[in-house]
């Protein structure tokens, strides 16, 4: 069984609904990486988490939608950047914490603002100018 995994102050993924699968990592490293199944895969299963509520799993599939796999909505992180297996499952705890923290988080909302009255008048003044100066080549263009 796996320790809880603190997303931030609010949530806490308990060790029961993280899943963790060792393989054998790719790339070169020799015999060690060819007898050692040092990569490690962390699956937690947004759909059915108890400690998630309704709002930020529709945040979580909204935000990483594309990385969920499955009718589960499972998503997976995989690290096998390192040698040890032990530090593989370190790096892909904090990789799943910060996509899972980063997806729950708050969106700031867009304040509609106005234009001011200067940049108004130089947006007119500018499509004025253009407009006249495609009116004298106009003009001009007669005269051949």
Do not use: W, Y
Request: charged share 35%; proline share 3%.
């Amino acid at each position: 069984m796996l320790d809880p995994l603190v997303v931030n102050g609010r949530v806490t993924i308990p060790g029961d609904e993280l899943e963790a699968k060792t393989s054998r990592a790719s790339g070169p490293g020799g015999q060690h990486v060819n007898k050692l199944e040092t990569a490690v895969e962390l699956r937690f299963t947004v759909g059915g988490s108890r400690v998630l509520t309704n709002n930020d799993k529709e945040r979580v599939e909204g935000a990483l939608g594309a990385r969920l796999i499955g009718t589960d909505r499972i998503l997976a992180v995989r690290s096998q950047a390192h040698r040890s297996q032990r530090r593989n499952l370190e790096a892909a705890r904090e990789r799943l914490a910060a996509l899972i923290r980063d997806a729950i988080a708050p969106r700031k909302s867009r304040r509609a603002t106005k234009p001011t009255r200067g940049s108004q008048r130089r947006r007119l003044d500018s499509k004025k100018k253009r407009g006249d100066i495609k009116r004298q080549r106009r003009r001009n263009h007669g005269d051949d």
